[in-house]
């Protein structure tokens, strides 16, 4: 046995370490992480980059193999001295530090970055930082300076990805279920010693144990495809039958050593199967990334699935967004301020419709309604027309002062609105502070009678303030 036909192969040499190979590459025949479309999305945004930036200083986030640096030292020709990768793993660093010299690379968990912040312009991350877990993103977007950006490619639990990389890993853990290398030890352990003059009942025995694993592997390949978990499957399948067929011809230890070998490897494999599958994101969990990142004054360019023409699975979530300058924080404060104080009118408005409808003011839930004036957080001025009587008009205060109504006759603007309003007021306190009305009213009752007879005077006063100062009223403030 130890004279292995030259003619045949090593086992070695048949897969090359691909061992250490396949379940790094595992192909996706649709969308894998070397998809021409990632690609061209990398090799976009650095481009677009590289002309709104001077010479931007670039970190990549669980850089793994190298994709996104690659497209970058393809877009910045060859000029890398401004980037960064960073990744838990040091054999992955090693391995890009080797590719890309000029790249500064390190060793970290994405949770705990030890750079300052605000030191970058661009952030990139491609299938790596939700591993880390969402705390990551805190991290992330501290590194960025104002007016930078961040750009991630995240997976989709819903994606093409992700359905294929859950196909591998039930295709691995069923093989592992059914003990396929195992068994394929035992039956080559006694099958080299059979050729050795062993008797052959333990070999047949032990072939015999391992057929229902081989038709477990049959029938993963008839459910996910042939070439499930990057071809794993069937090359295991097919070198395993092959060796069998010319067992004489194959060096026993070389043949056990790579099946151990590949077994501790598989192993690990469907380890980041289960890990990716756990790290996938969905829809309502990127919802939330995209709020965080608001409350972080960012402002979103792109957030959605990243789709490929003729594939009707997305292959990722994709995420730009750019870290707001002190400048565009002060807009979105101006903006989001002036959205508030133009919903507050209407839904005072809103409200005081509510209440005429309550007192049979207002007949029919068709009303004509809108503002006219206001005070923004403290009155509002509006008309509203019954849809019953399309010839009446109201005139309708509220806010910080009481819900009340008056016809539309008695006033042709807001401001002369007010004025009546704060007379009609002014009236109803006088009633309140007559010495008759409060001779039936218990102790309580007469504190609840005085408090409300001040308080619409107060709110008169205030109205009258209000209508004498020019500067808030103007004739063209009409219905």
Not at 35 to 55: C, M, N, Q
Not at 161 to 176: G, H, N, P, T, V
Not at 198 to 217: G, I, S
Not at 296 to 317: C, D, H, M, N
Request: proline share 4%; hydrophobic share 40%; net charge negative.
């Amino acid at each position: 046995m130890s004279d292995r036909n030259s003619d045949s192969p090593s086992v070695a040499e048949s897969w090359e370490s691909n061992s250490n190979v396949a379940p790094h590459d595992a192909a996706y025949t649709s969308g894998s992480i070397g998809h021409p479309a990632i690609l061209s999305f990398w090799g976009d945004f650095f481009r677009v980059a590289k002309s709104e930036y001077d010479t931007p200083k670039v970190i990549d986030i669980a850089s793994g193999n190298g994709t996104v640096v690659e497209c970058a030292n393809s877009a910045f020709d060859g000029q890398l001295s401004n980037f960064t990768c960073l990744d838990v793993s040091a054999a992955a660093i090693n391995v890009l530090k080797q590719r890309f010299p000029a790249v500064r690379t390190i060793v970290a968990d994405a949770c705990s970055i030890p750079l300052d912040s605000a030191s970058y312009d661009l952030a990139t991350s491609q299938f790596g930082i939700e591993y880390a877990g969402l705390d990551a993103m805190d991290e992330i977007t501290r590194l960025i300076a104002p007016g930078g950006q961040l750009a991630l490619l995240l997976h989709h639990q819903a994606g093409g990805i992700y359905r294929e990389y859950a196909a591998s890993l039930d295709a691995l853990e069923r093989m592992q279920q059914a003990r396929f290398i195992p068994y394929a030890i035992a039956m080559f352990e006694e099958g080299f010693a059979a050729c050795r003059g062993a008797d052959r009942a333990k070999y047949e025995a032990a072939a015999k144990q391992l057929a229902p694993a081989v038709q477990t592997l049959e029938s993963i390949m008839m459910q996910h495809g042939q070439h499930v978990a990057g071809d794993i499957i069937l090359r295991l399948y097919t070198d395993v039958g092959k060796i069998h067929e010319g067992i004489q011809h194959y060096e026993p230890s070389e043949v056990l050593d790579w099946l151990h070998k590949m077994d501790d490897e598989l192993h690990s494999f469907a380890r980041r199967m289960a890990s990716m599958r756990d790290a996938a994101i969905d829809s309502k969990t990127f919802d939330r990334l995209c709020e965080g990142l608001r409350k972080k004054a960012y402002t979103i360019k792109r957030a959605e699935p990243f789709t490929v023409s003729g594939q009707q699975l997305p292959l990722a979530w994709v995420l730009i967004a750019v870290r707001d300058s002190a400048k565009d924080r002060s807009k979105k404060l101006a903006a989001a301020r002036s959205e508030e104080l133009a919903a507050w009118p209407k839904e005072r408005l809103e409200e005081a419709v509510e209440e005429m409808m309550r007192l049979g003011v207002v007949t029919d839930a068709l009303v004509e309604a809108r503002p006219v004036w206001a005070l923004p957080n403290k009155i509002m001025i509006g008309q509203v027309r019954d849809a019953g009587d399309p010839t009446i008009f109201k005139w309708v205060i509220s806010g910080d002062v009481p819900t009340d109504y008056l016809d539309s006759a008695v006033a042709a603007t807001p401001r002369e609105a007010a004025r009546h309003f704060a007379m009609k007021w002014h009236l109803e306190s006088a009633r309140y502070q007559d010495p008759s009305a409060r001779k039936t009213l218990g102790p309580e009752s007469k504190q609840d009678w005085d408090d409300t007879g001040r308080q619409l005077a107060e709110k008169a006063e205030a109205l009258f303030a209000l209508v004498e100062d020019k500067n808030l009223w103007h004739d063209s403030d009409r219905f």
